[in-house]
């Protein structure tokens, strides 16, 4: 029983190493999928949509068997584990033998190899090492690198290009895990979440997905943001300016837009949206009118004082979004925007005075304003008041996109090798044929693009044709062959 | 190889080596030309715009696709030729078509499901006519060139506006991206196109050829039966705001419908025609009876038939009228721009029943002409390892600019789920032809599965399911 018993991780292992295991799996995980988005997904839809579009008891079944939220559910995960295990059990399965194929390379051929070599030639030649010698210098013609290899004696000729292609299947599969790895590393210490920040101020607080909120050890302040429009008026840019205090300090400062995020310590902050809730007012374009009751354009900004004339000045110091006057008196009535109300305080340097002057531009009113020698005149535009924006951003913490963006560069070199670059082969030997004739025997092989290679293949023969018939002339005696055999030795060595 | 004998077939028009067909594909042409060069002078303004462009485009696209039928029809090989060079000059036409929008715009024609239709078929046109010069795929257009014509339709009737880019789309990794995607999916429908040539060439039976032909276009049928066909026998169509060029919105994404009375019908009738020969199709194969297959070709002539008369009815009928809807009171208007892939869908079912005859009638002529099995499938192998690494390379770009963009690289978006379903559907292929040696047919059948994958990646994706990717 023992033996049972410790055969079972072995027949996981089998069974996860067998390729039709691996196709099963990655069909099941096309089929999850598509039901993934032919289901409302909840992390996606709004509440309120789901319900519309299902019955509450399917919508219930739907949850139980978490067909909501396929893409987390724990079974989909480890659906995906196991396609990782699989890619992992096939190549350490196969991987053994296409190293060795790789490191110790089919150098000699035997008759077995010959036979059965799909491109191959017979040249008849005169003399011992006449064709070797053609070959050789034929190949180098052609750019092949060419290895002389003796063996007892025997010598013969081998070439190849690109033996790395055979490898490459591998790095596309590595390739694959990096970019789990990424998404795994993600997954479990990645966060995004959503922060709004206010012109003009800072916040250190982000809404997570899941409704919960997370501290930042640094803050952001948004020192101003923007939208700009098209000319039929849809929007055509989004801008922050972004400002990291961190200790106090600060750190870095970017404008971002849509495509562009801030990155501090690996937090990326985006652009997501940009809007504006009226709580705040940066300035105000008004008219006032002194004792010749001439009209005069006045631009303020919050908390900045401009000079009426050289003993006059005037500041905006106040906003209310909803305000009213009772006994001469403003209040603040709520924090929508219902009745606008905004203070102006006139300071006379010359009599010392100061006067809280209260402009109401939905009621045409101006409250307060009875011992100034000028007079204000409320804004008349919705242009003329510059609300606060408040830009949104979408925060996210992806440690593990390094690893799927290493993952995505190296599958590109992988399919590029794998499937572009084919290794090729050629031997050369010669030998006795059937009537113990000697030829030179040339024969060839590619892993892929067979028909391209049958051409390279016959311009080689072609080559060596060439080459045994211009330059060795008919007959040449013993002695010739002597002299050319140091010339081929170091040939060979090169 | 089937053992079966061959399908009693319905008698092919005699051969003639005349060039009634070539004369009058030559006089359509013309005659289009000429009114539209008319209308054009007439409505002023430039005459070399892009809608003119893509307009002449479109006449010889679908010059070229009757010059294949016509070859299909009566065997003159000379046809192939003039197809070919037919289809040359819609793809000048339609290059100057992208260089124009490219121009006015300023940016590639990249943004919209229209401008992404555009860069598809010039990718296709220019896909057919490498395949045919250098892989000798002559007749590879009989199949590419439809597929160009019903795209180049659905333009016609989608909006068309060079429309700003919203501040997501500003980004070079959009022209990236989508570059890469219309190269991947022009790619895999070239492969498509030449695994059914390997099917041709392999003697794949001609009645399953047609059991497939009329399920696909039962299903087209079905289709629109089951999503339009209203009660009283009327057909549901979008209604149509005239003044902004634009459907009708009841609400945020909510189309309003109207009813065309009786059409619904039609539809029907053409639904049974399709089925008719499936049927056909079903009772030979139970009753080992072959004659009724004959009668099944005969039911695809018929059918078609049927289809060109309810094309026409919908086509009159939905042009420039007024009709009730029962969603809210009044007669809206309706235009053939509102029902894009309801007549898409119907076009595609009499190319697909047209390309059947074609082949009923002149199998051995199509065989004689096309490379042999061998070679077909090998290049059919070769274009899905251009394809898929094309593939690859768009989802990456994709996910590094969702990640700029949306802050995430993957969040399993329908058209996300979908390019990766599509991507791990020829990783199969791939996987199945190195490691198992899958060749010929059930590489073949792969090839087509995977386009069909495409489709629905490409428009399936974006008119059912919703999602972030809302403009293509």
Known sequence: ?494 | MSTRARVTQIEPPATTGGNALLVLVGLGVAFLLITALLGATKAGGSLFNESNLLYVALIFYAGAGALYMGFGVTGTAKYVKYASICTAIGFVANTLAVAHRWYLSGRPPFASIYEMLLSFVWTLALLTLIAEKKFGVKIIGSITMPLAVVCVILMQLLPSEVRPLVPALQSTWLHVHVTLAMLSYATCAVSFALAMMFLIKDDFSTDLFLAWTSTLVTGIYLGIVVTRFERWGGLSVTAWDAQNKTDVFLGRGVRLFVTIPDLGWLFVIALLGALTPLALYFLARARHDDSYLAVANKAVFVGILLQLVVLGAFVLRVRDSSYASPFQDGLYPTSLAASPFILGGMVAAIFASLLYLMLLWRRSDLQDLLPSGDTLDRVTYKTICIAFPLLTGMIATGAFWANRTWGSYWSWDPKETWAAITWLVYAGYLHMRVTRGWRGRRAAYFAILGFGVVIFTFLGVTYLLPGLHAYA
């Open chain 1, 1 to 494: 029983m023992a033996f049972a018993v410790l055969s079972i991780p072995k027949r996981i292992y089998r069974t996860l190493a067998n390729l039709r295991t691996g196709v099963v799996l990655l069909i099941l995980v096309v089929i999850a999928s598509a039901l993934g988005t032919f289901v409302l997904q909840r992390p996606v839809t709004e509440p309120d949509k789901l319900q519309a579009a299902y019955s509450p008891q399917i919508l219930r079944w739907l949850d139980r068997l978490t067909l909501t939220d396929i893409f987390h559910s724990w079974w989909f995960l480890s659906l995906l584990a196991l396609v990782s295990l699989s890619i992992i059990f096939v190549s350490v399965e196969r991987f053994p033998n296409s190293w060795r194929f790789y490191a110790r390379p089919y150098r000699k051929t035997d008759s077995h190899f010959r036979a059965a070599n799909p491109h191959k030639v017979e040249i008849p030649i005169r003399n011992a090492d006449q064709g070797l010698n053609a070959a050789e210098r034929a190949l180098k013609k052609l750019r092949w690198p060419v290895e002389r290899i003796v063996d007892n004696g025997e010598a013969s000729l081998y070439s190849e290009k690109h033996r790395f292609s055979v490898m490459a299947v591998y790095l596309i599969h590595a390739s694959l895990l990096l970019i789990f790895l990424g998404g795994i590393i993600d997954g479990v210490f990645g966060f995004s979440g959503f922060m709004s920040i206010p012109q003009g101020q800072q916040r250190n607080t982000i809404e997570l997905k899941n409704g919960k909120m997370k501290q930042l050890p640094f803050s952001v302040r948004c020192n101003s943001a923007g939208q700009e429009d098209y000319a039929d008026g849809s929007p055509k840019k989004w801008w922050s300016k972004l400002a990291v205090v961190d200790d106090g300090r600060e750190t870095q400062t970017k404008e971002i837009v849509v495509n562009d995020p801030l990155v501090y310590h690996g937090l990326r902050f985006y652009q997501a949206s940009y809007w504006i809730d009226g709580k705040k007012v940066d300035g105000l374009r008004i008219a006032y009118s002194g004792l010749d009751s001439k009209a005069i354009p006045l631009e303020l900004r919050f908390n900045q004082p401009v000079n009426l004339d050289p003993e006059t000045t005037v500041t905006l110091i106040e906003y209310m979004p909803d305000a009213f006057v009772r006994d001469g008196q403003v209040f603040k009535k709520s924090d929508s925007i219902e009745n606008l109300a905004f203070a102006l305080e006139v300071v006379d340097h010359a009599n010392n005075s100061t006067a809280k002057v209260w402009l109401f531009p939905a009621e045409h009113n101006v409250v307060g304003a009875e011992n100034v020698k000028f007079q204000f005149q409320n804004p008349t535009a919705a242009k003329d008041i510059d609300f606060s924006p408040v830009t949104g951003l979408e925060v996210s913490y992806e440690p593990g996109q390094w690893f799927v963006w290493a993952g995505c560069l190296l599958m590109g070199v992988g399919l590029f090798v794998a499937f572009y670059t084919v290794h090729m082969r050629i031997w050369a030997v010669e030998l006795a044929d059937a009537q113990g004739k000697l030829v030179l025997w040339i024969g060839g092989t590619s892993n892929k693009n067979k028909d391209r290679f049958e051409q390279k293949f016959s311009a080689v023969v072609a080559e060596i044709r060439n080459e045994l018939d211009t330059n060795t002339p008919a007959a040449r005696p013993l002695v010739q062959e002597k002299k050319e055999r140091p010339e081929l030795t170091m040939a060979g060595t090169k």
